[in-house]
C-alpha cells in the first residue's frame, strides 16, 4: 500500500495563475480531506468528501475547489491563486466518521 | 464553535526528563481525540487516539495520554525523553455529530537538550 500520495510535493505560482493540487489513495477509504497547514495556526480544514460525488465545505473554503470523481482521487484546485494561498496543504483519507485520518506527505506552495 | 488549545507553543526538555503536552478542548458533542507528531518536512504521524472506554491510552514511541471528562484536557505524556522525539505535535478534535471533520489546535514544538 502506498497509502496516500500528493503530487507535486513543491510548488512555485505568480498571482492569478491556476494549478491543482493531486491526492491519491489506495485504501478504499470513503472519507478524504484537505487541510492547510500555517504557522502557529495548526491545521485548518478547507474541503472534505464523504464519498464518490459528494463534497462539503470546511473551515476556510474560499479560493478553492474540489471534486471527488472516485474513491481513490480527490484533487483540489486553485483558480486563481492569491499570496494568501501560500501554505502547506495536506491530504488525508479515513475508512470512516469515527475513524483517524491518514495523512498525505503534504505540498509546499508558495505564491508570488 | 468547536474549539482546541494547545498553551504551549513551544517546550524544551532534557534528554531523559519527563515530558507532558497540553491540550484543552471546547466541543458541543461527545468528542473522540487524536494526537499526532510531525517532523520538519514530513506529514502527521499518528501517535495514539481516544473514542470511548479506559480513559488512559497508550500509542507509538512510548506515549501515553488521559482523557478528563470533567477538564475537557486530553493531555500527552512521556516518562523519557529522547532526542528523536524533537518534533511539533498535535492535539485534534473530533465527533461523530460533526461527521469526519477534524479541529486541530496550533501545535507544540517540542525541542530536546542533550
Known amino acids: 500500500n502506498a497509502g496516500v500520495t500528493q503530487t507535486p510535493k513543491f510548488q512555485v505560482l505568480k498571482t492569478g495563475q491556476s494549478m491543482t493540487l493531486q491526492c491519491a489513495q489506495d485504501m478504499n477509504h470513503e472519507y478524504m480531506s484537505w487541510y492547510r497547514q500555517d504557522p502557529g495556526m495548526g491545521l485548518r480544514l478547507i474541503h472534505y468528501?464523504?464519498?464518490?460525488?459528494?463534497?462539503d465545505q470546511g473551515e476556510v473554503p474560499n479560493g478553492y475547489n474540489v471534486s471527488r470523481s472516485t474513491t481513490e482521487d480527490f484533487p483540489l484546485r486553485l483558480l486563481s491563486a492569491a499570496p494568501s494561498q501560500t501554505s502547506v496543504y495536506f491530504c488525508?483519507?479515513?475508512?470512516?466518521?469515527?475513524?483517524?485520518?491518514?495523512f498525505g506527505p503534504g505540498t509546499r506552495l508558495t505564491v508570488t | 464553535a468547536q474549539s482546541v488549545t494547545q498553551p504551549d507553543i513551544h517546550i524544551t526538555v532534557s534528554e531523559g526528563a519527563s515530558l507532558e503536552l497540553r491540550c484543552n478542548y471546547s466541543?458541543?458533542?461527545?468528542?473522540?481525540l487524536f494526537w499526532y507528531v510531525q517532523s520538519p518536512g514530513q506529514g502527521l504521524q499518528l501517535l495514539l487516539k481516544y473514542f470511548s472506554g479506559d480513559t488512559l491510552v497508550q500509542g507509538i514511541k512510548g506515549f501515553e495520554a488521559e482523557f478528563k471528562r470533567s477538564q475537557s484536557s486530553f493531555n500527552l505524556r512521556k516518562p523519557s525523553v529522547h532526542w528523536s522525539d524533537a518534533a511539533e505535535y498535535f492535539c485534534a478534535v473530533g465527533a461523530a455529530e460533526y461527521g469526519n471533520k477534524l479541529v486541530f489546535g496550533a501545535g507544540t514544538i517540542l525541542r530536546v537538550k542533550s
Open positions: 466541543y458541543g458533542a461527545t468528542p473522540y
Open positions: 468528501s464523504v464519498g464518490a460525488g459528494i463534497t
Open positions: 488525508a483519507s479515513s475508512p470512516g466518521t469515527v475513524y483517524e485520518q491518514y
